[in-house]
Structures are given as C-alpha cells and as structure tokens.
C-alpha cells in the first residue's frame, strides 16, 4: 500500500536514517583496492569487484542500525556493466542482510520508457513467456520534469510487487534555486511539483497514513522542510543534504510527523568514508562505518520521538 | 566546440534525422529472438544478444542514410548488466559505422555524482592510476530540474574530449504541460528551462553557430518550437515526437535555422519497428528500416533547404 514497509524497519531499528552506497573507487579503503587491482589490473573489472567488497563490507557493519540503503547508480553506472552487475549484487546482498534498499536513479522518462524502467527496477522483464526480475529494488528516485507520464509506468509495478517512488521535490544543492525556487503564481515551482506528487498517488494510504509516491525534501533548507510537511501530509519524504551538504539534525526534524514517522534522512558520504577520518588507512572501514551511522542515529533521535 | 561534428554529419547525408535504438524485446523480428532463446534460454542474457543482433542489423542498414543513432539507456536497463553490455557494444558499433551516438539518458543529478555519470558516458573512469572509457557516447541527454548542478559537471568532459548534453526543455508527451507550460510570470516554466540552458553554455559557439548544450523541444507543439527556436539562437534541437506521437514535418520545420541547420528530428519505433508492417515477419527487418527512414528524410527535406 506504501511506505510500510520501510516505516516498520525505520521503527524496529529506531532509526530514521538511511546509508548511501555511493561507492567511487577512490573511497574505497586502499588495501581493499590494491588487492583488486593485483588481480586484475587497473580495470574497470578491478574497481568493480573492489567496491563489491567494500559494499558488503558496509552492509555487514551496518545491517543491524540502519534499516535501509540507498546505492547512487551513477557510481556503479561509472564502471559500465560491471558496475552494474556489481549493483546488482549489491542489492541482492542488502536485502538478504534484511536492508530496504532505494535505487537512487531519479529516472524521468515517458510511456514504454518509463514502464521499460520500471520493469529495470522494480518490476520484471519478459523474455519469451518468461518474467525476470531485474535489479529489483525495493523503491525508485524518479524526476517528474515530464509530468505524470513519467511516473504512473511505475504505479503498476508498486501495486504489483509492493514498492514504491520518491519524486524529486526540493533538492538540497545551491543551484536548485535556479528552477525549483521560481514563482508560479504564488507558489513555488517546487510547491506546484509536491501538490503534482500528492496527486499521482491518489488517495490510498498505508497503516502510518503515507501512499506510495514520496518526495526528496533537502535537509539544507528547513523552512521549505516545514512548509511541504504542511502541504503534503501523505507523502513520505527521503532527505538528502544532512551532515556534508550542511544540513543538521534541528533542520531535519520538520520532515517528521508528530509520531517520528513520514521520513528518513540520508547520509553517504559521512558513514562511507568514515574511514577517511580516523588515521587508520582504511583498515577500520567497517568500525568506523558503524560509528558513523551511530551517532547519526543519536544525533537525529534527539529530535525525533518514536511514539 | 559545439555540435559541430553532428551538423557537418547531417549536412554530408543531408538528412537531419537521428534514428532511435529503443530496442524492447518485443520489437526485436521473431526469427532472430527465436534463435538466440534456442542457444540461451528464456534468459535476460537471450534478450540481450537478440537485441544485440538486431541493432547491428539496424545499424548496416541505416548507416549511410541516417548521420545518428540515439540508444534509450531504458531499454538496456530493462536486461540488467546484460543489457548495459550489449548497450556498450552497440555503441561501439554505431561510432564504428560513422554514426553520432547520442546515449538517451536523462540523467539529473548534482556534484561528484553528475561528475560519476559524465564519466561514465562521455569522459573517462580512473581506476588506479589508469582512466578509461566507459559508453563513451558522443552526447547525452539530461535533465536540468536539479539546475546547473546538475549540468556543469558535464561540461569539462565536453571540452576535454569534444562531446556534447542536450537538456530537456519542452518535452513531447501529454502530461508536460503539468510542470512545463506552468506560468512564472510571463514565462511558461519550459521558456525559463531554456533560457538556463542558454545561461549554462555561455558564449562560446561553433562553425555554424551553435553551443555545447543542446534542448529537447518537442515536434507535438509547433507553436513553442517557433518560440523557443527564436529564444535560444545559438541552442541547437533535439526534436521527439515526429511520427508515432503525432509530429508532422510541417510542425518540425520550425525548429531549424534559415540555413538548414540547429535541429534534427528523432524517430524510434517508426524505422525500427517498420517490419512489422509490412507482413513478412520480420525477414525484411532491414530493408523496411532503411525504406522508412528515407521516406522520413524526404519527408522532413521538403520543410529543411541546406544553404
């Protein structure tokens, strides 16, 4: 029906937070990638496998505090289709240490390629009379730039296999000003596009009353936070900007409902690259990870009630 | 320096027309799926070479009519990995052929993450301290919602290896005019669109006078073709819709300049999916290919002159 799903892993793990997998090669700890590299020479084969590593390796120190993942596909798109066959692992593994795992595509596209995608994604392709499921994510970013037609292909899929969509409302760059911020009337762009968002989700709501189409709120700018939490009561909110990009937990904690549900706030690199910080080469990656997301669920929990 | 190498392509063959490889399974002829489901199964993989087999197949009988190929990334995503390996052959073959390949996209996101993905398409991967090519497409599309963020990453990959990115401006499916045709003052939501994209490319522009950055305008709404084409001079035109959704050669002659140039006109299913209008299974898949996309060069050509 909804954010269930995710709602109930965010509750179990009293943590609304959820870990980026935005894995460049450079992040990855050097003995992790030096051994890949002796494998197989400085390939896009080697970076491949030795972000797979450091992947799991993440998903091992992190499946028990965070309740979800989300991979960036630009960074596994970067290795071509290694890359995204190492996306594909990664995913599979996430879910199986019981991560929900959000595909950060923010696809925009119209009719056969949005269902194309959809069925990439979250859904099956066909093959001859056979339905194989593909990168099979639990939830999609999408970019509704072209309108409806780029995210109602997708509705069918949610329905069918119980997932759902985050649109991109207010993003949490400087330059979102340039579009986002401009005046329609006496609305926002970025207004007129959360009200669309609420529209294409229709009336249905799951048990915490959230449909199936949610919306990127940027954690750097609370007040447009707290105006949208107002506007659009029903749909959940993934925010992204949190530590690096500025945002802090006060900022974030409008993006809650009375009940601490309705979102969950992102962080990649601050828990990835953890490491980077501690003087230890990397070695440490997984404590440091762990830490990391730690006290990000602190730090957030000081302002966000479970009831 | 700009579209340059595109315009001197459709100027050689005099035809300003860019053929879609949006190859879903179904598209592919019953004799050429039938063979590679015998050899793989009814496998992700199996889908992949048939589409594989069938793009080349496209691509011999389209290359000396046709001065471009735009891959939809969608259809290669629908197979996975798989299908991102078929997507770099195809690719490979295209530029082998003489083609211009603009990789369909769409992507929209900020920072190193635009950085990941022009690498990915248009500049190069460095693992160790080797940088690699990875699709390797001569343009891609992109969506500018998330604003220059989102665009500038592209533009030192454009510069460094003389490629170029086309922006969605005024899209051709139904539901644009939710977001796009918006009124922000005086300007429709798409008019602001195009005057960043203008604003990101900056004043350098090529031999005939375009830019780096191109628009998405499409061929459904000839009234905003006209206005857009005199709003953005130096933005050259990337015009879908021509054909299956109902764009005539009239509607899409606005787009050009008086000397011919600055646009070219997409069609996908039209040439691909030709065979299957002609009752013969799918055998003539490549004469009725070639047959339909000469047929829309003619048909475009009594709008366009080359000075």
């Not at 959820?18 to 896009?44: C, F, M, N, Q």
């Not at 069918?160 to 979102?176: E, F, G, M």
């Not at 730090?299 to 966000?304: E, K, L």
């Amino acid at each position: 029906m909804s954010f269930d799903i995710l709602q109930k892993k965010i509750i179990e793990k009293r943590n609304p937070t959820i870990a980026g997998l935005d894995a460049r090669v450079e992040y990855v700890p050097p003995h992790i990638l030096k051994e890949s590299i002796a494998r197989y020479g400085e390939t896009l084969q080697a970076g491949a496998e030795a972000i797979y590593t450091f992947n799991c390796g993440l998903i091992d120190a992190l499946c028990d505090v965070v309740p979800a993942v989300k991979p960036q596909s630009a960074y596994y798109e970067n290795l071509g289709w290694r890359g995204m066959e190492l996306l594909e692992r990664t995913i599979q593994y996430a879910k199986s240490k019981g991560l929900y795992v959000v595909a950060d595509i923010k696809r925009g596209d119209i009719g056969t390629t949005a269902t194309a995608y959809s069925e990439a994604w979250l859904g099956r392709s066909v093959v001859g009379s056979t339905a194989l499921p593909v990168f099979d994510a639990d939830c999609v970013t999408l970019n509704g730039y072209m309108g409806a037609d780029a995210i109602r292909p997708f509705l069918k899929d949610c329905e069918r296999y119980d997932k759902c969509v985050i649109v991109l409302v207010r993003t949490s760059n400087q330059s979102a000003v340039e579009l986002q911020d401009k005046l329609c009337g006496e609305k926002h762009i970025y207004e007129v596009m959360g009200e669309l968002t609420q529209d294409w989700a229709g009336d249905s709501v799951g048990a915490y009353g959230y449909s199936r189409i949610g919306a990127v709120t940027g954690a750097t700018y609370p007040e447009q936070i707290k105006t949208l939490r107002a506007q659009l009561p029903h749909t959940f909110f993934l925010v992204p900007g949190y530590g690096a990009q500025g945002g802090t937990a006060e900022d974030v904690q409008y993006a809650f409902d009375a009940r601490g549900c309705g979102a969950i706030v992102n962080s990649s690199r601050g828990i990835m690259c953890a490491w980077q910080k501690t003087g230890k080469d990397g070695l440490d990656y997984q404590e440091a990870a762990r830490a990391a997301a730690i006290a990000m669920r602190e730090d957030i929990c000081r302002f966000v009630n479970f009831a």
